[in-house]
């Protein structure tokens, strides 16, 4: 397999990829490895997890730069990832241990209920390219922590990312059959999900989520999918259209749209939509291009080749349909997978860029006449993950926010995470929670205790 800089196209690494057959001793080291881990205490378990925490930041310049060089992030947006996967780290380190402590729901003289949270085994971890740190360590350190062995496979645009994971959490001492990276593309996730596995955590793309899903479905083991998102917010008539238009251009364009949670429609009260598109536009354009790896850049290259077509595709739609394109709108040719920031205006719900996740430096904005307009809007689509409102009046948000269909909602803000709170999907968004508690119990069983003395 070839590891390449998406940012120029040259070789970074050949690797070689995992096997079925590779795929499988794996799957059969985890298994016995599996009970003494499980029986290791919980207190040693985060012990290693917090030595893993310290080593990813003494190290931080070196796996940024890794991170920028694979997948084309530009080095100050990589700096920010393992920064704030220091936060989620330090959520799962404190909160663990209370979230998994038994519970004792009844207690009689002669009977007792009890709740415990037992790991449930040996997991499978197929994961996306575009936040690694992020969504790796979503899975992987909440089931480490809970007592399950995880098989780790990283995207083929992030495999020097998921070894050097790999490294770091055996040297904080997770012993090598615990922890395995399974190296590879689509092939090598069919084998891993192949293997007798207690549970698999996916996140990617809808269409590979269905297809997961299908294999996995009669198996009955615990499933869970964060899928991709279309997400929605509305610009209400009263709010400060340059803060509003500088959020949102940045929620976005960040990352060079390529965040499950980066905006992905808006919609504008027509009473300030030319002003917010003016400053929207301004913002977008005020944003250096360029080298990934210089300090200045805002945005890089695409990670993946064929999300060229896609945005070509969407803005030829758009611009069939009645959209004005207000900047960008192609590739930029030089070697690499370099796309213009691309604005639209005159958005409607005919257009694929309204509907498809884009996954790219590109947004699509629609006028609307008043709250109930946008809200259906905002509703109009198969996915769910976050959607946002821009307003000074929280009542009004608030009221706008509780009829969404989405797992996130922000008012004044967006493509925002937290450790704190839950993260999922509703729709094509997917099944299943990552972070908060509720993120750590995903990773275990209850077993209920009738205790009859
Ligand atoms: P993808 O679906 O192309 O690939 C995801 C992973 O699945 C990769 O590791 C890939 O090798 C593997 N894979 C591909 N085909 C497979 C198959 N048939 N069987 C098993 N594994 C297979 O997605 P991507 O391009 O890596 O990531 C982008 C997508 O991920 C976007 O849709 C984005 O919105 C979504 N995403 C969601 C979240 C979230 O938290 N909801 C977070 C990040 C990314």
């Not at 893993?52 to 310049?61: G, I, K, L, P, S």
């Not at 706008?400 to 937290?418: E, P, T």
Request: some cysteine.
């Amino acid at each position: 397999m070839n590891v390449c800089n998406p940012a120029d196209g040259s070789l970074i690494r050949e690797i070689a990829e995992d096997s079925a057959a590779a795929v499988a001793a794996k799957y059969a080291r985890a298994r016995a490895s599996h009970p003494a881990w499980a029986a290791t205490p919980l207190a040693e378990r985060l012990e290693k997890l917090a030595l893993f925490r310290d080593a990813v930041q003494r190290q931080r310049e070196r796996l940024a730069r890794t991170l920028t060089q694979e997948t084309g992030k530009p080095i100050r947006q990589a700096r920010a990832e393992l920064e704030s996967f220091d936060g989620r780290l330090k959520f799962f380190l404190e909160n663990t241990e209370g979230v998994l402590a038994a519970e004792t729901v009844l207690e009689e003289t002669d009977l007792k209920e009890q709740i415990t949270h037992e790991p449930l085994g040996v997991i499978a971890n197929i994961s996306a390219w575009n936040y690694p740190w992020f969504v790796g360590g979503n899975v992987i350190v909440p089931a480490l922590a809970a007592g399950n062995a995880v098989l780790y496979k990283p995207s083929e645009f992030a495999t020097l990312t998921g070894l050097a994971i790999g490294e770091l959490l055996h040297g904080a001492g997770v012993p090598a059959d615990v922890f395995q990276v399974v190296v590879g593309a689509g092939a090598t996730g069919t084998a891993l999900i192949q293997q007798p596995v207690d549970g698999v955590f996916f996140t990617g793309s809808y269409a590979t989520g269905a297809k997961i899903a299908a294999v996995c479905a009669p198996r009955m083991v615990k499933l869970q999918l964060e899928l991709g998102g279309k997400d929605p917010v509305y610009v209400c008539e009263d709010a400060d259209v340059a803060t509003a238009a500088e959020s949102l251009a940045d929620g976005a364009m960040y990352n060079a749209g390529q965040s499950c949670c980066a905006v992905e429609r808006l919609y504008v009260h027509e009473k300030i939509y030319d002003a917010f598109v003016e400053h929207f536009l301004k913002t977008v354009r005020g944003w250096k291009t360029g080298d990934p790896s210089a300090d200045d850049t805002y945005y890089g290259p695409l990670a993946r080749a064929p999300q060229l077509g896609v945005l070509e595709a969407q803005i030829a739609d758009a611009i069939a349909k009645g959209g004005v394109l207000l900047t960008g709108g192609k590739r930029i040719a030089q070697p690499g997978n370099w796309f213009e920031p691309t604005v639209v205006a005159n958005a409607n719900h005919r257009m694929s860029l309204m509907r498809e996740e884009s996954f790219g430096p590109v947004i699509g904005i629609e006028k609307v006449k008043n709250d109930d307009e946008a809200l259906a809007l905002m509703n109009d689509t198969e996915y769910g993950l976050t959607a946002g409102v821009y307003t000074p009046n929280e009542a009004r948000a608030k009221l706008i926010l509780a009829r969404v269909n989405s797992g996130s909602v922000y008012w004044n803000c967006c493509d925002r995470v937290s450790p704190r709170l839950p993260w999922s999907g509703i729709g094509h968004s997917g099944v299943g929670v990552t972070l908060s508690t509720y993120g750590i119990l995903a990773f275990t069983r209850p077993k209920a205790w009738h205790l009859r003395r």
